[in-house]
């Protein structure tokens, strides 16, 4: 069984969640951008001097992309549908990097007549598929520094150690491919800023020693994402967190480019999902209800990315019962929460969970063909509304 969902009595627009389900059916996705544009903010107030590249995989919608394009982010992208989203928003070029460190020719390609010149890189096999296009590209080393308290520890499977990134930086002068600096990704939902100050120190030591050998200066250093998010509260004292690594930040050369590619952190909480009761059975005294949108949808974060959502009913009331949330599909593992108290519901109540913006709807599937919910933009509908009806 997965981590499961904790229920939580946190305030609701009951009206608003029924007219919309009344409207666009069941599950739904209210995703709300004006808590992307607030998260966007707050990261880049607690970072200043880092430019922050929007790494689109945890919600890779048209609607944030605008929303940060607006406040003038960047965009960490890794798949050539990931270049197709931003470059329909309009995106320019310019503000990307291509940060997989695994590609295939054809996806430089598509980045490179994109316009997306920076890459990652993390073994030789890579670099040299960089050989040909040394005159248009320039590339990142990735760095693993492994972290076993991080929802996912990235660097177990991708990133080299120090010493290996210094042979292949050898190995790009030799080739005439430029370096254009170094990255690392602490892991996601690094709740301890001391992964990042530790990895941004080895950096700079790494930095100190391309130098000393004579190489070309390394002029960038990519702190990745990881930044966290509270699943219980929504409130992580950013500034707080990131003070350390500013502090580490610092002592690298002003010359250095620092940049970031947050993703959780951005959308994590601009996400709330609303789904419904199918169906409810009695089994071995509990009430099992049988909700539309579960594990291999709007859940799927339970099992590929551990995260511990609050959940609560749409109804309230003072009794509540032994209580199982199942998802929809015929697999037994489709369970969202076996153990919880919850009040007695009737088919088509509604079931609301938040912080469902990351790694959620993207990793969704149509298991079962059932369908995947529908995301709703909330401050597009409400202004709709407005244009309709008046305030
Ligand atoms: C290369 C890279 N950058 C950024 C991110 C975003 O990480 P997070 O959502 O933890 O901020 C990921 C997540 O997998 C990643 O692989």
């Not at 470059?87 to 490179?112: M, W």
């Not at 089994?283 to 539309?292: A, N």
């Not at 990351?358 to 369908?371: E, H, I, L, M, R």
Request: hydrophobic residues 45%; glycine residues 6%; contains cysteine.
């Amino acid at each position: 069984m997965p981590i499961q969902p904790q229920v939580q009595n946190f305030a609701i627009d009951a009206t608003l969640v029924t007219d919309l389900v009344a409207q666009y059916g069941s599950p739904l996705l209210m995703l709300d951008c004006d808590q992307v544009r607030d998260q966007y903010l707050a990261l880049a107030e607690a970072l200043p001097g880092v430019r922050l590249h929007y790494a689109l995989k945890p919600l890779p919608h048209p609607a944030v992309v605008r929303t940060l394009l607006q406040l003038g982010a960047c965009f960490d992208l890794a798949t050539s549908g990931e270049i197709a989203l931003v470059r329909e928003q309009g995106v320019p070029a310019e503000c990307t990097i291509h940060t997989h460190p695994i590609k295939r020719r054809s996806d430089i390609a598509d980045a490179l007549e994109y316009g997306c010149q920076v890459f990652v890189v993390d073994n030789l096999n890579e670099l040299a598929k960089f050989r040909e296009f040394a005159e248009q590209a320039e590339v990142l080393i990735r760095l693993s520094f492994r972290n076993s308290e991080a929802y996912a520890d990235l660097s177990k499977k991708f990133g080299c150690s120090p010493a290996d990134a210094m042979s292949l930086i050898r190995q790009a002068q030799h080739w005439g491919i430029r370096v254009k600096g170094l990255s690392f990704h602490v892991g996601s939902q690094t709740a301890n800023a001391d992964k990042y100050v530790a990895a941004i120190q080895a950096c700079k030591q790494l930095m100190d020693d391309v130098v000393a050998e004579g190489l070309p200066a390394l002029s960038c250093l990519d702190i990745g994402g990881g930044f966290p998010v509270s699943y219980a509260s929504n409130q992580v004292d950013i500034r707080a967190f990131c003070a350390p690594i500013n502090a580490a930040l610092a002592e690298l050369p002003e010359t250095v480019q620092r940049i970031a590619e947050p993703g959780r952190f951005i959308v994590a909480g601009a996400m709330t999902c609303v789904a419904s009761v199918m169906g409810q059975a009695q089994r071995e005294g509990r009430t099992w209800y049988y909700l539309d949108d579960g594990i291999y949808g709007s859940f799927s974060g339970l099992m590929f990315d551990m995260a511990c959502y609050p959940l609560r009913t749409l109804k309230t009331a003072d009794e509540v019962y032994p209580s199982v949330l199942a998802g929809p599909t015929c697999d037994s593992i489709d369970v969202i929460c076996d153990a919880v108290e919850l009040p007695k519901l009737e088919d088509g109540d509604l079931v609301i969970t938040r912080m469902m913006g990351a790694y959620t709807s993207a990793t969704a599937t149509d298991f079962n063909f059932f369908k995947r919910a529908t995301t709703v933009v909330l401050n597009e509908v409400i202004q709709l509304h407005q244009a309709e009806f008046g305030s």
